[in-house]
């Protein structure tokens, strides 16, 4: 009788090649991921946001609350229209912020800056433009992140 060995795989070893397969499909899909750059002409269009957080008052944090729209043109200006609400008190409502700028790294990284009022933020762009990440980074007092979503692909102003 000729019997063949049968293998035996223990359950720990069955483990780590789950964890081992499962690391190999991430890798690929970030390298996939990570062949796409970005430029400015990534994010045009009409961006809708609606975000909140905190406002350092005096060393309190009193809670804000921000929503509104971003035009951006793919050549790095934007226009930005936006009402904000910090401890339930409107401190503008629809103001409109022209001439203000983005830039955008192949990385998909980049800065978005409200000129007139010293707003910046920190980007992080989907290739395909049609989100980006934030964190505002000026001015310091302020404590808000969110997410951006691209509504539509015109860049002038609906009336």
């Given at each position: 009788?000729?019997?063949?060995?049968?293998?035996?795989?223990?359950?720990?070893?069955?483990?780590?090649?789950?964890?081992?397969?499962?690391?190999?499909?991430?890798?690929?899909?970030?390298?996939?991921?990570?062949?796409?750059?970005?430029?400015?002409?990534?994010?045009?269009?009409?961006?809708?946001?609606?975000?909140?957080?905190?406002?350092?008052?005096n060393g309190a944090a009193v809670p804000l609350a921000v929503a509104g729209f971003d035009i951006l043109d793919g050549h790095g200006n934007l226009l930005s229209n936006s009402t904000l609400i910090v401890g339930g008190t409107v401190i503008f409502q629809n103001l409109v912020v022209p001439n203000g700028s983005y830039t955008v790294n192949k990385d998909c990284t980049g800065t978005l800056n409200l000129a007139a009022n010293g707003v910046v933020l920190s980007i992080f762009v989907a290739p395909d433009g049609e989100a980006f990440d934030y964190v505002q980074t000026a001015p310091s007092d302020n404590i808000l992140a969110g997410t951006i979503r691209r509504v539509s692909r015109r860049t002038e102003v609906e009336q």
């Open positions: 009788m000729n019997k063949r060995p049968h293998l035996r795989i223990s359950r720990p070893m069955v483990m780590m090649f789950g964890m081992v397969a499962a690391a190999m499909t991430t890798q690929q899909g970030y390298a996939e991921g990570a062949s796409k750059t970005c430029s400015l002409e990534t994010l045009k269009g009409r961006y809708q946001f609606a975000s909140a957080g905190h406002a350092v008052i």
